[in-house]
């Protein structure tokens, strides 16, 4: 193998943070590429400067407070522990993709919909199983005025009683390439739902058009998330779809919370009415928690290193 697919083996290897040495050490003991040159080590740390170059989105670095860097994989970066490092202060601390979960159920808690974050550590999955379920599932149960309509609509069609969302969350989307692998993630893992979206914090506007375009295509929408959520935009609306029950018995089998998420949702559509409320409370308690106001916000943003408007008030 060549050093940089080396390289990318050894992170890959190592959910961890490793210097350009550590690295070069993993691949002579393993014996993972031949060095021809007469300084192996700098020929290791010129080409992780590549790929941070080239933005290739599999390598990501932090700086320590000594201004030396630190890679890790990034698929491995909701694993990996950075709170044992010093960091240089002049260089913000990225927070982590799972950091915007609160900020996004905060969002549509506000647009009545209850969310889930599916955790992936924890579903029985194969090696071949790269996409198997989204980062967040939602349920919006139709509000009517009147309980004989509703009970008249569960009666004659329970699906069209409630709606299911399904959100892969990236926490920005600089090019091109990683537009399409995320698209696409969000395509492998979400179709299943009435409605999908990717979510982003942070876009490149040049990849808006194509964006439309994907939509268009394949129905998938898009949501920018806003670091205050209220202020979070739909771009691209996800194109309704009819539930996929095959898949959703398939993501129940592999993954115990997507499994109590629908048994909720299931138990909420049979309750009698001196049940509903108990049942709905049930749900909210196994959702994620929202935060509650502006103040709580900011100082969970500030706490993850989230970027914030510090011009909005944080009373």
Same mark, same amino acid.
């Given at each position: 193998?060549?050093?940089?697919?080396?390289? !990318? +083996? &050894?992170?890959?290897? *190592?959910?961890?943070?490793?210097?350009?040495?550590?690295?070069?050490?993993?691949?002579? $003991? /393993?014996?993972?590429?031949?060095?021809?040159?007469?300084?192996?080590?700098?020929?290791?740390?010129?080409?992780?400067?590549?790929?941070?170059?080239?933005?290739?989105?599999?390598?990501?670095?932090?700086?320590?407070?000594?201004?030396?860097?630190?890679?890790?994989?990034?698929?491995?970066?909701?694993?990996?522990?950075?709170?044992?490092?010093?960091?240089?202060?002049?260089?913000?601390?990225?927070?982590?993709?799972?950091?915007?979960?609160?900020?996004?159920?905060?969002?549509?808690?506000?647009?009545?919909?209850?969310?889930?974050?599916?955790?992936?550590?924890?579903?029985?999955?194969?090696?071949?199983?790269?996409?198997?379920?989204?980062?967040?599932?939602?349920?919006?149960?139709?509000?009517?005025?009147?309980?004989?309509?509703?009970?008249? !609509? +569960? &009666?004659?069609?329970? *699906?069209?009683?409630?709606?299911?969302?399904?959100?892969?969350?990236?926490?920005?989307? $600089? /090019?091109?390439?990683?537009?399409?692998?995320?698209?696409?993630?969000?395509?492998?893992?979400?179709?299943?739902a009435n409605y999908?979206?990717?979510?982003?914090?942070?876009?490149?506007?040049?990849?808006?058009?194509?964006?439309?375009?994907?939509?268009?295509?394949?129905?998938?929408?898009?949501?920018?998330?806003?670091?205050?959520?209220?202020?979070?935009?739909?771009?691209?609306?996800?194109?309704?779809?009819?539930?996929?029950?095959?898949?959703?018995?398939?993501?129940?089998?592999?993954?115990?919370?997507?499994?109590?998420?629908?048994?909720?949702?299931?138990?909420?559509?049979?309750?009698?009415?001196?049940?509903?409320?108990?049942?709905?409370?049930?749900?909210?308690?196994?959702?994620?928690d929202i935060l509650?106001?502006?103040?709580?916000?900011? +100082?969970?943003?500030?706490?993850?290193?989230?970027?914030?408007?510090?011009?909005?008030?944080?009373?």
């Amino acid at each position: 193998m060549t050093i940089k697919e080396a390289i !990318l +083996k &050894t992170l890959e290897n *190592n959910k961890k943070l490793m210097n350009h040495k550590d690295i070069y050490n993993y691949i002579k $003991k /393993n014996n993972l590429a031949k060095f021809n040159s007469e300084t192996p080590e700098a020929t290791v740390s010129a080409l992780l400067g590549d790929f941070i170059r080239n933005n290739d989105n599999r390598v990501k670095r932090i700086k320590t407070e000594k201004s030396t860097y630190l890679y890790y994989f990034s698929k491995y970066e909701n694993e990996i522990n950075f709170e044992n490092e010093k960091f240089d202060k002049k260089e913000d601390i990225k927070y982590k993709e799972r950091d915007l979960h609160q900020l996004f159920v905060t969002y549509l808690g506000a647009k009545n919909i209850f969310a889930k974050t599916i955790y992936h550590e924890t579903s029985k999955q194969s090696l071949n199983q790269k996409w198997i379920h989204p980062d967040i599932i939602g349920v919006e149960f139709l509000q009517l005025k009147s309980k004989i309509s509703s009970n008249f !609509l +569960k &009666t004659i069609d329970k *699906n069209r009683f409630f709606n299911l969302y399904s959100y892969e969350l990236k926490r920005e989307i $600089k /090019n091109d390439y990683e537009l399409k692998e995320a698209y696409f993630q969000a395509v492998s893992n979400s179709s299943w739902a009435n409605y999908s979206y990717l979510v982003a914090l942070e876009i490149n506007d040049n990849l808006l058009d194509e964006l439309q375009r994907l939509n268009q295509s394949f129905g998938i929408g898009f949501i920018l998330l806003n670091s205050y959520p209220y202020e979070s935009k739909i771009l691209f609306s996800a194109k309704y779809r009819e539930l996929d029950v095959k898949t959703i018995d398939r993501l129940c089998e592999i993954n115990k919370d997507f499994e109590k998420f629908i048994k909720m949702i299931d138990k909420y559509l049979n309750a009698n009415d001196d049940y509903i409320d108990g049942t709905k409370k049930e749900i909210l308690e196994f959702c994620d928690d929202i935060l509650r106001d502006d103040g709580s916000i900011y +100082k969970y943003c500030k706490s993850k290193n989230i970027p914030f408007d510090e011009k909005r008030d944080k009373s």
